[in-house]
T-cell receptor, first 112, second 115 residues
Framework: SQTIHQWPATLVQPVGSPLSLECTVE??????LYWYRQAAGRGLQLLFY??????ISSEVPQNLSASRPQDRQFILSSKKLLLSDSGFYLC???????????FGDGTRLSIL | AQTVTQSQPEMSVQEAETVTLSCTYD???????LFWYKQPPSRQMILVIR????KQQNATENRFSVNFQKAAKSFSLKISDSQLGDAAMYFC????????????WGAGTKLIIKP
């Protein structure tokens, strides 16, 4: 069966520091991969999605970036975090565009 | 552009009773998919149910069922025999079958279960 792993679960970072959140999927190949951000009590905002290695689409211009160095690995990065980057980050995968998305456990990011 | 609206920020129901969460959407497309996701306090996002727009039959998963009214662009979720573990945020989401890979999300409904 397929599983998705996202880490770390919690992260506290100072303003201006770099960021790297990692997400990996097991048990499938060539999944579509997604990064979302969720503000407290709100819905999901799509940040990036990827349909293949090295293929990244950005939905919201900001100081975050994403990379997909391997088929089942999706990384969310920043060179210099802002206070506004605080939030709950969710990684998701799906097999094909008409299939449901399945989510990781999320990372709670706090910027001090 | 497609939009998804959940007009109930919060709903409460007595344990063992039935509750219906509403969702409406706006689209000009005829082929699409609709989803309900549940997010408990642990924050994990869990798929509850999926509906394909070309299917007239309402989807059902155990105690969860939908009332899909395509002409009215309505997609409500009914939870029967509510349990304490059903307490969560519930999100409705829309996806076009043809255009891109985006899920369009509603703002969510917080469901409270009263013991």
């Amino acid at each position: 069966s397929q599983t998705i792993h996202q880490w770390p679960a919690t992260l506290v970072q100072p303003v201006g520091s770099p960021l790297s959140l990692e997400c990996t999927v097991e048990g499938t190949s060539n999944p579509n991969l997604y990064w979302y951000r969720q503000a407290a009590g709100r819905g999901l905002q799509l940040l990036f999605y990827s349909v293949g290695i090295g293929q990244i689409s950005s939905e919201v211009p900001q100081n975050l970036s994403a990379s997909r160095p391997q088929d089942r690995q999706f990384i969310l990065s920043s060179k210099k975090l802002l206070l506004s980057d605080s939030g709950f980050y969710l990684c998701a995968w799906e097999q094909g565009g008409n299939q449901p998305q399945h989510f990781g456990d999320g990372t709670r990011l706090s910027i001090l | 552009a497609q939009t998804v609206t959940q007009s109930q920020p919060e709903m409460s129901v007595q344990e063992a009773e039935t509750v219906t969460l509403s969702c409406t959407y706006d689209t000009s497309e005829s082929d699409y998919y609709l989803f309900w996701y549940k997010q408990p306090p642990s924050r994990q996002m869990i798929l509850v149910i999926r509906q394909e727009a070309y299917k007239q039959q309402n989807a059902t998963e155990n105690r969860f069922s939908v009332n899909f009214q395509k002409a009215a662009k309505s997609f409500s979720l009914k939870i029967s025999d509510s349990q304490l573990g059903d307490a969560a945020m519930y999100f409705c989401a829309y996806r076009s079958a043809s255009s891109n890979y985006q899920l369009i999300w509603g703002a969510g409904t917080k469901l409270i279960i009263k013991p």
